[in-house]
């Protein structure tokens, strides 16, 4: 399967901005969905795993879930800062390979 | 967590590369190690992982690296390795090892591959 993001969203300092990351077949529910944030020169940070638990040190502000109806996981960050513009990327896996979306660049 | 990278650098095509992965803070024999990479003005792939000695430390990789690029470890060293072979232009780009069953916990600092004639 593949997952899908968008290419870009933004927001303003404040705002709050959600990402989606649709999973092309099989069900959403079925396996976890993780969240990174990537920004440039640095390696990827975890902001969310396990579909909707954020790692100690994430703030609040970011929050994971999934809608089975619609077959996708979502990212959602609110009080955007100028520091969350970054890539995010979701990621999920099968039985034989880890799965990452295209990634979505944030703009605030 | 931590992950220390190095190799890298400038290879021709066809050339030979090998990287390198040292693990810290985490029983590292135990870890299920992957490998990521990120050409220029892309986005992050996935390209294989080894898995820990005690869940049969065998490997999955993507199709497009099958047959060129090896991952092994060394539980002894705490370290995982990318040999590739066979490379190509495309195959430019920043390499991470990562450490994860599930996801990608934990991420090394990444290394440069530059293929270039």
């Known amino acids: 399967f593949i997952l899908t993001q968008p290419h870009s969203v933004s927001g303003s300092p404040g705002q709050t901005v959600t990402i989606s990351c649709t999973r092309s077949s099989g069900n959403i529910g079925s396996k976890y969905v993780q969240w990174y944030q990537h920004r440039p020169g640095s390696p990827p940070i975890t902001v969310i795993e396990e579909d909707d638990q954020r790692p100690p040190g994430v703030p609040d502000r970011f929050s994971g879930s999934i809608d089975p109806s619609s077959n996708s996981a979502s990212l959602s960050i609110s009080g955007l800062v100028p520091e969350d513009e970054a890539d995010y990327y979701c990621q999920s896996y099968d039985s034989n390979s880890l799965i990452l979306g295209g990634g979505t660049k944030l703009t605030v | 967590e931590q992950l220390v990278q190095s190799g890298g650098g400038l290879v021709k095509p066809g050339g030979s590369l090998r990287l390198s992965c040292v693990g810290s803070g985490f029983i590292f024999t135990n870890a299920w190690m992957s490998w990521v990479r990120q050409a220029p003005g892309k986005g992050l792939e996935w390209i294989g992982r080894i898995k820990s000695r005690q869940d049969g430390g065998t490997t999955d990789d993507i199709t497009g690296v099958r047959g060129r690029f090896i991952i092994s470890r060394d539980d002894s060293k705490s370290t995982v390795f990318l040999q590739m072979s066979g490379l190509r232009i495309e195959d430019t780009g920043v390499y991470y090892c990562?450490?994860?069953?599930?996801?990608?916990?934990?991420w090394g600092q990444g290394t440069t591959v530059t293929v270039s004639s």
């Open positions: 990562a450490t994860g069953l599930i996801g990608l916990d934990a």
